[in-house]
């Protein structure tokens, strides 16, 4: 993947993945209230670790476009 030469997509790029992990690490916290609950549903907590999970891709795709190719 190449890095963007726009100045704006960078920083548009950028604040999407301080966002994102934001939401990772929020997600985090509400998984392991949900965990700790007996009657939590064990759907809604399936869900939640799948978004998570969504996350983290989207995450590793924004940094790995953000890193600049290097010659082989």
Known sequence: MSLPHDPAELARLT?????LRQEH???DTVIERFAA???????????LKKRKLQLKDQITWIESALI???PA
């Open 15 to 19: 604040r999407r993945m301080v966002e």
């Open 68 to 70: 600049p190719d290097e």
């Open 37 to 47: 609950d007996i009657q939590a549903d064990e759907l809604a907590l399936k869900r």
């Open 25 to 27: 690490r929020d997600l």
